[in-house]
């Protein structure tokens, strides 16, 4: 069975910082994807970034980005330039048919 | 951009009542899900259904829950007779494809209180 591990359940980051949330995977898959989803306190799920195990080269979206490590099966998002919008909680998904969570990190962002 | 509707935000019931949370997933989507999540705790996989039936579930998913696509456009979860534990945010998500690389879409959630 796949399990995700997010090994920091708490972070914390001064606004306008850089973090990185850490995540590991573990699969026999070779064709799978790996997302990073946002929970606001609305409890709402929103997708932040995703990344094709077939692709080497590391997902970006604006501030977001990922250092996909395959062989290592980790997984780690960085936010660049940290806003208060993006204190929420963090978790990280592989999905190969239906999607297995971490236990998700809650990220702070200090004023 | 498209949404999946879920309904409603909060429902309240009591123990041993029965339930049907309601979803509307993206109108071209293929494969339907339902994710649980207790507060505080992971989100855990419920159910997917493609093709007008059942093509995975969790050991979660037992007896008690079923879940159908009564027209064509919705997409239900049953909970026969629900217990303290059923307490959870429940997610509905649509996807394109089986694995499908976009992610999911998951609705808002419906956030179910059994007392």
């Known amino acids: 069975a796949q399990t995700v591990t997010q090994s920091q359940p708490e972070m914390s980051v001064q606004e306008a910082e850089t973090v990185t949330l850490s995540c590991t995977y573990d699969?026999?898959?070779?064709?799978?994807?790996l997302f990073w989803y946002k929970q606001p306190p609305s409890r709402q799920m929103i997708l932040v970034i995703r990344?094709?195990?077939?692709?080497?080269q590391n997902a970006t979206e604006n501030r977001f980005s990922v250092n996909f490590q395959k062989a290592a099966k980790s997984f780690s998002l960085k936010i660049s330039d940290s806003q208060l919008g993006d204190a929420a909680m963090y978790f990280c998904?592989?999905?190969?048919?239906?999607?297995?969570f971490g236990d998700g990190t809650t990220l702070t962002v200090k004023p | 951009e498209p949404e999946v509707t879920q309904t409603p935000s909060h429902q309240v019931t009591q123990m041993g009542q029965e339930v049907i949370l309601r979803c509307v997933p993206i109108?071209?989507?293929?494969?339907f899900y339902w994710y649980r999540q207790i507060l505080g705790q992971k989100v855990e996989f419920l159910v997917s259904?493609?093709?007008?039936?059942?093509s995975e579930k969790s050991e979660i998913f037992d007896d008690q829950f079923s879940v159908e696509r009564p027209d064509g456009s919705n997409f239900t979860l049953k909970i026969r007779s629900t217990k303290l534990e059923d307490s959870a945010m429940y997610f509905c998500?649509?996807?394109?494809?089986w694995g499908s690389g976009y992610g999911y879409t998951f609705g808002s959630g419906t956030r179910l209180t059994v007392v």
């Open positions: 998500a649509s996807g394109l494809g």
């Open positions: 699969t026999s898959e070779s064709d799978y994807y």
């Open positions: 990344q094709e195990a077939y692709k080497q």
């Open positions: 998904a592989y999905n190969a048919g239906k999607s297995t």
């Open positions: 109108s071209n989507h293929l494969y």
């Open positions: 259904f493609y093709n007008n039936e059942i």
